[in-house]
């Protein structure tokens, strides 16, 4: 059974989606000490514009010595726990030799709840998840199916991606500009400083244009 994430619900997710975005979530983390929560650089969102925000499922993958009798057997076991509000994290240990992702994933996962995937690895389908409007955010495409080449080892574990631990819960926001992961402990403040420096900024931008010196506006407002 999938688990039940009590402090956002799938409506909140969505509201948070069109306010805050994983540059303000980064600031939030930065202010609070924690300046190691970003993924590297390379994380490409499918559509331009989209934001994910939602809780990790992480997932580990291990290559894969020979085509299995019983294929896809890890796999199929995460997508049937994933749940509502979750992410698909892909973490790979730098396994690239498959597309960990495609657009029957997709499908299962929205069909569960689910609200995106980040891969650290590459994905295929691309064509059709595009048009799923599913947030998909992974380091490249490859045509080549996992069967036989790789296997999720296992689903809704702590994991590790680009040096930063991404634990079954903890928040992630992913977009244009990269991914984010918010420890589960720091989630309400951090998301309530992102959203409050949305405001600050909106103020910042107006006074600007309305010819403040951007060192008075940044005195007064506080955000650059």
């Known amino acids: 059974m999938a688990p039940t ?60 010595e020979e085509v299995p009798e019983v294929p896809f057997v ?11 509000g979750e992410v698909w994290v892909g973490a790979t240990d730098g396994f690239r030799g498959a597309a960990l992702w495609g657009e029957l994933l997709s499908t299962a996962s929205i069909a569960a709840g689910a609200v995106g995937a980040v891969l650290d690895g590459y994905v295929r389908d691309v064509r059709v998840i595009r048009g799923l409007d599913f947030p998909v955010l992974c380091r490249g495409v490859d045509p080549r199916n996992i069967n036989g080449r790789g296997e999720v080892a296992a689903h809704n574990v702590t994991v590790e991606v680009d040096g930063v ?46 010819g403040m010196p951007p060192g008075e506006a940044f005195r007064r407002f506080g955000v650059l």
């Open 165 to 210: 631990t991404v634990a079954p819960g903890d928040l992630v926001v992913g977009d244009d500009d990269g991914v984010v992961i918010v420890p589960r402990a720091l989630i309400d403040e951090v998301v309530g400083a992102a959203v409050e420096k949305t405001s600050g900024e909106s103020r910042f931008r107006q006074a600007v244009r309305e």
């Open 5 to 64: 994430h009590e402090r956002y619900t799938p409506a909140r997710l969505a509201e948070l989606r069109t306010q805050i975005g994983s540059s303000l979530v980064g600031d939030a983390l930065d202010e609070r000490g924690r300046r190691d929560q970003s993924l590297a650089s390379g994380y490409v969102p499918l559509v331009a514009g989209q934001v994910l925000i939602g809780y990790a499922f992480p997932t580990r993958v291990e290559p894969a």
């Open 74 to 84: 890890g796999l199929l076991a995460a997508l049937d726990a994933i749940g509502p």
